[in-house]
């Protein structure tokens, strides 16, 4: 099936290759968006021979580079699992966002949650980004690595009181306030403090962003944000309070969307209300339209981020407002991977049933996604292997079922010691990471070119245990 979806991908692109120049460049980013290297090799190494640079992981003389490092180098030198990121892939597919808007007021705030390393912040820091941010780790994080407060926005449905403080502190963009008693609570924290806090309503729109359910957030269901028909009483309410400065409306209606048309039936919901607040007398500076939009994990399609611009500048027509975007997913997604080792390699037999596995260093403590949302990650050998291959289960160390990168997954043949790449790992990948089976968490690198550096340790046993003693009463 996805090997079918690329023939006709790439007979589309030959195709398009023929015409101007432009159109070649527009194709070219469309492509970098796609992870396309997890297919068959003649295949692969077709597509490479049309498009030089679709991403920055590729295969050169039948090893996995990252730009212009061998994954294998970095894992020799750093040992499995690691988190690795392509420096020149973040700095591309972020300015290809950005740059999408050009042309409107707008701010690109890197949903910090997708992936929150330092390094990275302070990458789309220095590219002109802001942040978006959920806690008040995530804002320390975001301050640590440089991001100009003024660029940071603030959602989340349960900021605690100290949260909020720390935000007004800091100096932060905006609170994207989620419910009457955050209003109230924000209030008040920002007359302790004696400053006025700048508000954004977050509503409901009650849109169906049609992705998964765990990550679908714009449904009357939902617990976020405030239903949309309730919004025009709580501005009215917000206008009257003595610390709060009314600024924007905001709205994020869930992730690895693959349609235009939620974020659109969206803005118009949100235009209608801005209209609403004008005729009050309430004037909206800023609407935030979210995060969201997909990527190619396996044959979605999803909107490239130049489309996605353009549909939303038609819809805006000449409203004069900053937007604001809070993308995680499309910029960092396809631009790291997860490198893991095989350990064992056996087959189960029950019956006339056999079950063949391919048993590595990472598990679902590492990667979440595959057994969190039955995620598809691409998998594929750091060394090009021969090519017969057999259906496997690709399983972590856990002491779980669900414990699995891949399933049912027709694999070349691997060995104990062999390296493997878990494609599209960027986003959600080392953030949701825990310390399961009292597994440490990996290491983080960073590739610029042909040098790489690391950008979190490996953690240690002793860090395992941080913080932990045992009490007085337990002593024998
Ligand atoms: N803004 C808000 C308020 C959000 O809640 C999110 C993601 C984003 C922006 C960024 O969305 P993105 O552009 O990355 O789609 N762990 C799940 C994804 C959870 C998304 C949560 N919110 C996964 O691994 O698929």
């Not at 077709?46 to 894992?75: R, T, W």
């Not at 100009?148 to 900021?159: A, F």
């Not at 995060?291 to 038609?314: F, L, M, Q, S, T």
């Not at 079922?401 to 049912?408: E, L, R, V, W």
């Amino acid at each position: 099936m996805r090997v079918k979806n690329l023939k006709r991908q790439a007979s589309d692109i030959s195709a398009l290759l023929h015409e101007s120049s432009n159109k070649k460049q527009e194709v070219l980013d469309c492509y970098l968006y796609q992870n396309v290297t997890s297919t068959h090799k003649a295949l692969t190494c077709s597509l490479s021979a049309l498009i030089p640079i679709m991403n920055h992981f590729q295969y050169k003389n039948g090893e996995l580079f990252c730009e212009d490092v061998p994954v294998s180098e970095i894992a020799k030198e750093l040992g499995t699992p690691f988190y690795l990121y392509s420096k020149a892939t973040l700095t591309r597919h972020f300015n290809a966002f950005d740059t999408s808007f050009d042309g409107v007021d707008h701010l690109t705030c890197f949903a910090v949650k997708s992936c929150s390393n330092i390094a990275i912040l302070s990458l789309f820091g220095n590219l002109g980004g802001g942040a978006d941010i959920v806690s008040g780790g995530e804002l320390f994080r975001a301050l640590k690595a440089g991001v100009d407060p003024k660029r940071i926005i603030y959602s989340g449905v349960g900021k605690t009181e100290e949260e909020l403080r720390y935000g007004l502190k800091s100096g932060i963009l905006l609170f994207n306030v989620e419910s009457e008693q955050e209003l109230c609570r924000l209030n008040n924290v920002a007359g302790d403090m004696g400053v006025k806090a700048p508000v954004a309503f977050r509503v409901n729109p009650d849109v169906d962003a049609k992705t998964h359910a765990y990550i679908s957030t714009g449904l009357a269901k939902n617990k976020f944000g405030i239903p949309i028909n309730e919004a025009p009483d709580l501005y009215l309410q917000a206008e009257g309070m003595a610390n709060i400065e009314v600024k924007g409306v905001s709205c994020h209606i869930g992730s690895q969307l693959t349609l235009i048309s939620p974020f659109i039936e969206t803005l118009q919901k949100l235009k209608d209300l801005v209209g609403l607040l004008a005729d009050n007398g309430i004037s909206i500076q800023y609407i935030d339209l979210g995060g969201g939009v997909g990527i190619v994990y396996d044959d979605e399609n999803p909107p490239h981020p130049k489309e996605y611009a353009e549909a939303i500048k038609d819809e805006l027509g000449g409203l004069d407002v900053t937007l604001i975007f809070e993308p995680g997913r499309v910029i960092v997604g396809n631009a790291g991977i997860m490198v893991t080792e095989v350990q064992y390699t056996k087959t189960n037999r029950g019956g006339d049933k056999e079950k063949h596995f391919v048993v590595v260093d990472a598990g679902m403590n590492d990667l979440t996604r595959p057994s969190l949302y039955g995620s598809f990650h691409g998998v594929q050998p750091v060394k090009e292997a021969n090519y017969t291959s057999q259906v496997v289960d690709i399983v972590g160390p856990i002491c779980e079922t669900g414990d699995f990168i891949a399933k049912d997954r027709d694999f070349p043949d691997v060995e104990q010691g062999d390296l493997l790449a878990v494609m599209s790992a960027g986003a959600y990948g080392f953030t949701m990471a825990s310390n399961y089976n009292s597994r440490p968490r990996v290491a983080e690198v960073m590739v610029a070119g042909d040098t790489f550096k690391i950008i979190r340790l490996r953690e240690t046993m002793d860090q395992l245990i941080r913080g932990e003693s045992i009490p007085d009463f337990l002593e024998k």
